[in-house]
């Protein structure tokens, strides 16, 4: 047995459930015995003589020594996220595009081969087909729903499979547990993004995940206030791959921002239920206006992966609604971007940004915002037109949101 001194974890009874933990886990009080968790707002920690510098700085005891890869907030939220998503460790970073950057640099070399949903986040294409291919790292853009497309993409040189569930912003759904077969079977990890759903409605790691990445700055804050990221994981992906790039490189959650989203978790079960319970009544609605062509929601049936979507996220569709304005007969891309716009812009009440997680619904158009960095090429092949918009339902009233929205499909 080691004798490695371990920072001590806080003293649960075995088995409690996500909301106990969400509002427990951490680290034990300080002598002071404060009920909310303590902000340490320190770059350093002072040492107790030099020897036990050496011992620290050389991983051979647990301590705190620096906070770009050390702090007590950091490490509550790191425990908190961890013990939801049912991982043994998680690592903070700056942002949820900075842990896939993390990902990447600590899973990945030159000649190294991933295969991602094209269908993901336009930061995460941009990151992975354009960036990391400087470096080497060569991706190939797949289905998200085709399982055989995935299985054909496998090289001998395939080490990552990285898919979004549900995506941003169809909301496609993939099959966790098939994809993980996949990965197994060609010796390569699976990274799942669980921004969506978040633990409180979804575990990838139940069906096969190796690795959960997290922007904390969507529901897991919940109120759009910080920037913040994460990977869930085994103990030793987070001890001999991530933590020697983070002590290097530093992509480091601030303590601050680690301990606003930290409070955040402990509603996060309760605003997502919430804020699931509208966007399923809100895509219900939006299914019956003249005005509109198409909904994009796991929750509904008329949604193509809608059994997959309630078998693997507890019944539910999230709280992310996209959908298509309609367009007279050979209208075109720049009508039914203008007609879109109309929409939009005819809220009051939504917030026009392309942050979501929010407690504020907020509204965007995904071609010239969150993918508008991506080429109409790609953008079509991920199936996001010029007139396709995407809410964020928050907690607003779902009858002023219903009346936002008809302030502008009624007048198109």
């Given at each position: 047995m080691s004798d490695k001194k371990i920072i001590p974890r806080v003293d649960l009874p075995d088995g409690v459930r996500l909301d106990t933990l969400a509002v427990r886990e951490g680290l034990p009080r300080s002598p002071w015995g404060e009920n909310s968790e303590a902000l340490f707002?320190?770059?350093?920690f002072v040492q107790p003589d030099a020897a036990s510098a050496a011992a620290r700085f050389a991983n051979e005891e647990e301590a705190f020594i620096y906070s770009r890869f050390t702090n007590p907030t950091v490490m509550m939220f790191e425990r908190r996220l961890a013990a939801m998503e049912g991982t043994e460790a998680c690592i903070a970073t700056s942002s949820g595009m900075s842990a896939i950057l993390l990902l990447v640099m600590g899973l990945l070399k030159a000649g190294d081969h991933v295969i991602c949903s094209r269908s993901v986040f336009g930061s995460t294409i941009m990151l992975l087909g354009r960036?990391?291919?400087k470096f080497g790292i060569e991706t190939t853009f797949v289905s998200q729903t085709d399982v055989d497309e995935w299985r054909r993409a496998v090289r001998p040189t395939t080490k990552l499979l990285f898919a979004e569930s549900p995506t941003n912003p169809l909301t496609e759904v993939?099959?966790?547990?098939a994809l993980s077969a996949i990965a197994k079977g060609a010796g390569a990890l699976l990274a799942v993004d669980n921004c969506f759903c978040s633990p409180a409605l979804q575990k990838p790691i139940d069906y096969g995940a190796d690795l959960i990445i997290h922007s904390g700055t969507k529901y897991l804050?919940?109120?759009g206030r910080v920037?913040?990221?994460a990977i869930c994981c085994s103990e030793r992906l987070v001890s001999e791959n991530f933590m020697p790039v983070m002590r290097s490189a530093g992509m480091s959650l601030s303590p601050f921002n680690a301990w606003v989203v930290l409070k955040g978790l402990e509603t996060l079960s309760i605003r997502m239920r919430a804020q699931s319970d509208s966007a399923l009544k809100l895509a219900a609605w939006l299914e019956q206006q003249p005005?509109?062509?198409r909904v994009y929601y796991p929750g509904l049936k008329s949604h193509p992966q809608h059994e997959l979507a309630m078998?693997?996220?507890?019944g539910s569709g999230g709280a992310v609604v996209s959908f298509i304005v309609n367009v007279q007969a050979g209208g075109g891309a720049a009508l039914a971007r203008k007609n879109a716009f109309h929409v939009i812009d005819s809220t009051r009440i939504c917030s026009i940004t392309a942050n979501l997680g929010d407690t504020k619904s907020t509204i965007t158009h995904p071609a010239s915002t969150s993918h508008g960095r991506l080429t109409e090429e790609q953008r079509l092949a991920a199936g996001i037109t010029q007139g396709m918009i995407r809410v964020a339902v928050g907690l607003d009233d779902l009858e002023d949101l219903k009346a936002d929205l008809l302030r502008g499909l009624a007048s198109l």
């Open positions: 707002l320190t770059s350093s960036e990391f291919a993939c099959d966790i547990r804050d919940g109120q920037i913040a990221g005005a509109v062509e078998a693997q996220q507890s």
